[in-house]
């Protein structure tokens, strides 16, 4: 009854243009593309930016609403679920709603209407990361692991679409920063420093480990300070930020009750002929091999997970250690997504190299 009272907020006609856009083809952008366009934001370039955004977006959108739509196993129906695909539909309308892009007034409206539904879809992962809970609740545990592939591979494909529609979203908001940071093109920064980043990270994760545990291990990074490497930042930090929190919650909590000082978690940035490497390694005890194949799956999580029935999700900017089980599997989206990887060796009863 939820699904349909929820589905009938919107009209037949915007449903039936919902599913002729997603049969449209998407166009790829790459990261060199974005940092020549963007190095010169002129207006007639913004408009340009905003007109094909004006036709991209949508198509993209009304994808993702599609496939909200017709997920297996009654996910679906998932009242968290329904309001991610809520978000989805009232965005695909805003931009068929709004006016053909033809001058710079046109297109600082729409650069403001986009921006809100950057802002709309804030909270889809831990809502997501709810929905899948909401099914793992009634579902016999015998049945999950034929459950897992399916839906794996949904949230890949639903997580990567995520991450170009922000992206794209994200760089042309930018570009109308006035006084831009040196060396930045909109979201890419064109000199960065993975070991600036990798610090900041740390420097975050650490703080909170110390506020869940009241005590933290030390993090060591090692390599060269004057190498940089065109990249987005905050895609990096999330990476780094994610799996120092892993490690620096696995070995906190190995040496919590032991007279022995908790070894230091480990970063080396490693800059090679065709890729940069960043490895994160600690001694935590690492994860049993049976173990191994969940650790990249949206259904898994080695720690209690911080949403329930009645989370205030207008508020989840909160971090928690661990329990949404998406740390690891969404950050290798986040490698993948500009042609890199995140791979795992555990080393059980010693620790992990990521």
Same mark, same amino acid.
């Given at each position: 009854?939820?699904?349909?009272?929820?589905?009938?907020?919107?009209?037949?006609?915007?449903?039936?243009?919902?599913?002729?856009?997603?049969?449209?083809?998407?166009?790829?952008?790459?990261?060199?593309?974005?940092?020549?366009?963007?190095?010169?934001?002129?207006?007639?370039n913004l408009l340009i930016s905003a007109q094909f955004l004006h036709k991209e977006l949508p198509i993209r959108i009304a994808r993702r609403a599609i496939e909200l739509e017709s997920l297996p196993y009654g996910l679906?129906?998932?009242?968290?679920?329904?309001?991610?695909? %809520?978000?989805?539909?009232?965005?695909?309308?805003?931009?068929?709603?709004?006016?053909?892009?033809?001058?710079?007034?046109?297109?600082?409206?729409?650069?403001?209407?986009?921006?809100?539904?950057?802002?709309?879809?804030?909270?889809?992962?831990?809502?997501?990361?709810?929905?899948?809970?909401?099914?793992?609740?009634?579902?016999?545990?015998?049945?999950?692991?034929?459950?897992?592939?399916?839906?794996?591979?949904?949230?890949?494909?639903?997580?990567?679409?995520?991450?170009?529609?922000?992206?794209?979203?994200?760089?042309?908001?930018?570009?109308?920063?006035?006084?831009?940071?040196?060396?930045?093109?909109?979201?890419?920064?064109?000199?960065?420093?993975?070991?600036?980043?990798?610090?900041?990270?740390?420097?975050?994760?650490?703080?909170?480990?110390?506020?869940?545990?009241?005590?933290?291990?030390?993090?060591?990074?090692?390599?060269?300070? %004057?190498?940089?490497?065109?990249?987005?930042?905050?895609?990096?930090?999330?990476?780094?930020?994610?799996?120092?929190?892993?490690?620096?919650?696995?070995?906190?909590?190995?040496?919590?009750?032991?007279?022995?000082?908790?070894?230091?978690?480990?970063?080396?940035?490693?800059?090679?002929?065709?890729?940069?490497?960043?490895?994160?390694?600690?001694?935590?005890?690492?994860?049993?091999?049976?173990?191994?194949p969940r650790i990249f799956s949206y259904l898994y999580s080695t720690a209690k997970n911080p949403l329930d029935e009645h989370s205030n999700l207008g508020s989840t900017d909160g971090v928690t250690m661990a329990g949404y089980g998406y740390g690891l599997p969404i950050s290798r989206q986040y490698a993948r997504y500009f042609g890199g990887?995140?791979?795992?060796?555990?080393?059980?009863?010693?620790?992990?190299?990521?």
């Amino acid at each position: 009854m939820e699904a349909k009272k929820l589905y009938e907020s919107f009209s037949k006609a915007l449903i039936e243009e919902v599913h002729r856009w997603g049969c449209m083809k998407q166009t790829g952008v790459s990261l060199r593309y974005m940092m020549e366009f963007g190095s010169m934001p002129t207006e007639k370039n913004l408009l340009i930016s905003a007109q094909f955004l004006h036709k991209e977006l949508p198509i993209r959108i009304a994808r993702r609403a599609i496939e909200l739509e017709s997920l297996p196993y009654g996910l679906s129906e998932k009242p968290a679920v329904l309001k991610v695909r %809520d978000w989805y539909l009232d965005s695909f309308r805003d931009l068929r709603l709004f006016p053909e892009t033809k001058d710079k007034h046109d297109e600082l409206d729409f650069t403001q209407m986009i921006k809100k539904i950057k802002v709309r879809h804030n909270n889809v992962v831990p809502m997501m990361a709810l929905g899948v809970q909401q099914l793992k609740k009634n579902m016999d545990p015998k049945i999950l692991p034929q459950v897992q592939d399916e839906i794996h591979q949904f949230l890949d494909r639903f997580y990567m679409s995520r991450i170009g529609v922000r992206m794209l979203i994200g760089q042309h908001v930018a570009l109308h920063d006035p006084s831009p940071p040196p060396d930045c093109v909109g979201y890419i920064h064109t000199k960065m420093s993975p070991m600036e980043v990798a610090r900041n990270a740390s420097e975050d994760a650490r703080a909170i480990c110390l506020r869940e545990y009241g005590s933290a291990p030390d993090i060591n990074i090692y390599g060269d300070l %004057d190498f940089t490497f065109p990249y987005v930042p905050a895609h990096l930090h999330l990476m780094v930020f994610e799996l120092v929190k892993n490690s620096l919650r696995a070995v906190q909590e190995r040496f919590m009750d032991s007279d022995k000082v908790a070894p230091p978690v480990r970063i080396i940035v490693a800059d090679g002929i065709e890729d940069v490497t960043i490895k994160v390694s600690d001694e935590g005890g690492g994860i049993p091999r049976s173990g191994l194949p969940r650790i990249f799956s949206y259904l898994y999580s080695t720690a209690k997970n911080p949403l329930d029935e009645h989370s205030n999700l207008g508020s989840t900017d909160g971090v928690t250690m661990a329990g949404y089980g998406y740390g690891l599997p969404i950050s290798r989206q986040y490698a993948r997504y500009f042609g890199g990887d995140l791979q795992v060796i555990s080393m059980e009863g010693y620790g992990e190299l990521i």
